[in-house]
């Protein structure tokens, strides 16, 4: 079955600082890749995604990710945080075992991310 | 742009109550979701509709639950007898067609049950 891993629960960066969430998955077959964002009392915001071709890819609010197949990976990164970027961040793998885009999201547990000024 | 909304925004009821979450997923989609997260777990699926008829569901999903698409806009969720453990963020979300891959989700139900 698939499978994400996030395995920072909560990350401090100062800002400027750059950042980096960790996101790892389990999946047969090549993945549908996710990253979204949570602020505070609102819903769940796409960032970025990764479906085929150039493996890394640019986001929304300066952000893009990596993935990277050797490593089932597909961490997210920011080269300069600013303090509104403090939120709580989801990866999610998309697709079954048989490839199917019907299928449902598999979501990570989150890393919270909290900035300092 | 168009977004998928969700009504109530917070919704607190009785055990053993049952409850209506109701979304209004992007006019033109036909792939709609629900999904929940318990306060400090993960977002975790229940169930996807398609064509008027549940294409999916999970573990959680049992017979207490039930999902509906009533006429051409909404999309509900229906839970028949709640228990303290439903208490969760419920959100909808939708997609255009089996080709395209993102789900666009709404901001969430929280419901609470005493």
């Known amino acids: 079955a698939q499978s994400v891993t996030q395995p920072d629960i909560h990350i401090t960066v100062s800002e400027g600082a750059s950042l980096e969430l960790r996101c790892n998955y389990s999946?047969?077959?090549?993945?549908?890749l996710f990253w979204y964002v949570q602020s505070p009392g609102q819903g769940l915001q796409l960032l970025l995604k990764y479906f085929s071709g150039d493996t890394l890819v640019q986001g929304i609010k300066g952000f893009e990710a990596e993935f990277k197949r050797s490593q089932s990976s597909f961490n997210l990164r920011k080269p300069s945080v600013h303090w509104s970027d403090a939120a709580e961040y989801f990866c999610?793998?998309?697709?079954?075992?048989?490839?199917?885009?019907?299928?449902?999201?598999?979501f990570g547990r989150g890393t919270q991310l909290t900035v300092w000024p | 742009e168009p977004e998928v909304t969700q009504t109530p925004s917070h919704q607190v009821t009785q055990m053993g109550q049952e409850v209506i979450l109701r979304c209004v997923p992007i006019?033109?989609?036909?792939?709609f979701y629900w999904y929940r997260q318990i306060l400090g777990q993960k977002v975790e699926f229940l169930v996807s509709f398609y064509n008027n008829e549940i294409s999916e569901k999970s573990e959680i999903f049992d017979d207490q639950f039930s999902v509906e698409r009533p006429d051409g806009s909404n999309f509900t969720l229906k839970i028949r007898s709640t228990k303290l453990e439903d208490s969760a963020m419920y959100f909808c979300?939708?997609?255009?067609?089996?080709?395209?891959?993102?789900?666009?989700f709404g901001p969430g139900t929280r419901l609470t049950v005493t």
């Open positions: 979300a939708s997609k255009p067609g089996l080709s395209s891959y993102e789900q666009y």
């Open positions: 006019s033109n989609h036909l792939y």
């Open positions: 999610a793998v998309g697709a079954d075992d048989r490839g199917s885009t019907l299928g449902r999201l598999y």
């Open positions: 999946y047969g077959a090549t993945p549908y």
